[in-house]
C-alpha cells in the first residue's frame, strides 16, 4: 500500500510505535515512517528546526499521525501551531490517542484535524485500523496541493 510519501508518527509511548510500527508492517504499508517522540520534535521535524533542519523540505509528511498525551508539546499544541501556519494548514492530521475525553475529540475537530482515531486495546483490532488509516490516506486520500 504506498503512493510514496512519508508518514510521520508522534508517539512518546514505546510500546504504542512498536504496535503501530507491526501493524503497518502486516497490513503492507510499505511507507517511510518516521517516529518522533514528543511534540517539540515533531514542530521541528515539520518546520525543519534543530535536529531536523537539514531534512529535505520537498518531502514533506503524506499524513501526520498524532498522539495527544505527549512530553513538552501535547498534541493539541501541536495541531494548533501546524493549522496556524501557511506551509502546514493543509497537511492531513490523523489523530491517534488512547484518550476518551469528549473534550479532546472537539478541541481535536475545532483546531482543524482531518481524522480522530482511539486506539484499539487488542491487536487485532489495531492491524485492522492501521490497514484502514493506511488504505484511506495513503492511497485513497487525494492531498491537497503543496503550497
Wanted: without cysteine; glycine residues 6%.
Amino acid at each position: 500500500m504506498n503512493r510514496s510519501g512519508i508518514i510521520l508518527l508522534v508517539e512518546d509511548s514505546e510500546d504504542d510505535v512498536e504496535l503501530t510500527l507491526r501493524a503497518f508492517e502486516k497490513s503492507k504499508v510499505v511507507n517511510d515512517i518516521v517516529v518522533v517522540r514528543d511534540g517539540e520534535e515533531a514542530l521541528d521535524y515539520l518546520f525543519l528546526r534543530g535536529a531536523h533542519a537539514g531534512r529535505d523540505p520537498n518531502v514533506p509528511p503524506q499524513v501526520v499521525l498524532l498522539d495527544l498525551k505527549l512530553p513538552k508539546v501535547d498534541g493539541l499544541s501541536v495541531l494548533r501551531q501546524l493549522r496556524g501556519h501557511e506551509s502546514t494548514r493543509r497537511l492531513p492530521v490523523v489523530v491517534l490517542t488512547s484518550s476518551k475525553e469528549e473534550k479532546d475529540l472537539i478541541t481535536s475537530y475545532d483546531l482543524g484535524v482531518n481524522s480522530f482515531v482511539r486506539k484499539p486495546v487488542d491487536f487485532d483490532q489495531f492491524i485492522e485500523a492501521a490497514r484502514h488509516l493506511g488504505l484511506y490516506w495513503l492511497v485513497l486520500n487525494e492531498p491537497p496541493p503543496r503550497s
